[in-house]
């Protein structure tokens, strides 16, 4: 083992008497969205995690996601942009929704076609399946996978038990991050993902996150930090939110005139020379 890996485990330590875990970890982070297009960033993040609150802080590109278990809602924010999005997990889970029915009855009018079979792997990436899925967790020392029907990997890291912080996966879960089965085995990952892959929904986006971590300590977590900045603007989110109705209003009056151009000019003076 490398000095730098025992400098981190010596990080892992959990103090009883902290309220939260802070985790600091580099990331490759690639986004999918429901239409297949790819955007892979590689960036810094600092992780919060208190309970079931959590909030992923970009320190490359300075973006926020905060989810709110307390409060039952989830905030996406972009300090930079001075932009936000807010949504109640109902009403992020009742849009979503509305985004894969969609996606199903594009499915149901190509049937037997390879329409099909490409919106059902679609559908599949986004954990819906036509019967309920078959979820396993297997164990190798310190790594652990959560398996879905057999070959689909939703999670595959190393752990470190000295550092409890169910909360992280708890909240992604809470804000649909994870099918309900794939929830229930995160419960037993029995420490903190240290290094690894894991795959999971924000929204209509399909997530992909390979990353290490690179400091991690329990300690005291201000409520404060879960909250947005000030002076933030509320705005849709793109390719989740429908935009803003578009509001019609009527152009300004103008008065009517009928006269011609020339005819609002004055008539021009009698010229001296034609006088008799």
Known sequence: MTLAAL?????????PSSNGVAVERTVKRTTIDWLGRRDEVQRKERILIKGGN??????TFGERLIIRSDLKKIYKADP?????????????AALRKTRLDEIRAAKA???GTADEKELDDLLQGFDQFAAAPQVELKSDGLRREVIVNGDRIRISVDVNANLQAPGWMDALSAAGGFHPAVAEKL???????SKGTIRYTLFMDRIVEQ???TAAQAREIPDADFELPPGLVRTPLKGFEPPPARVLSRPPSVKQSFKEDDGDKPPPAPDKKDKP
């Not at 400098?7 to 103090?15: H, K, P, R």
């Not at 959590?54 to 320190?59: N, R, S, V």
């Not at 419960?187 to 993902?193: A, D, E, F, K, V």
């Open 187 to 193: 419960r037993s990952l029995g420490g903190l993902p």
């Open 54 to 59: 959590l909030a992923i802080l970009d320190l």
């Open 109 to 111: 009018r190509v049937p």
């Open 7 to 15: 400098a981190v485990l010596a990080l892992l330590a959990q103090d």
């Open 211 to 213: 990353f290490e971590v």
């Open 80 to 92: 930079l942009a001075r932009e936000y999005a807010e949504f109640t997990f109902d009403e992020a």
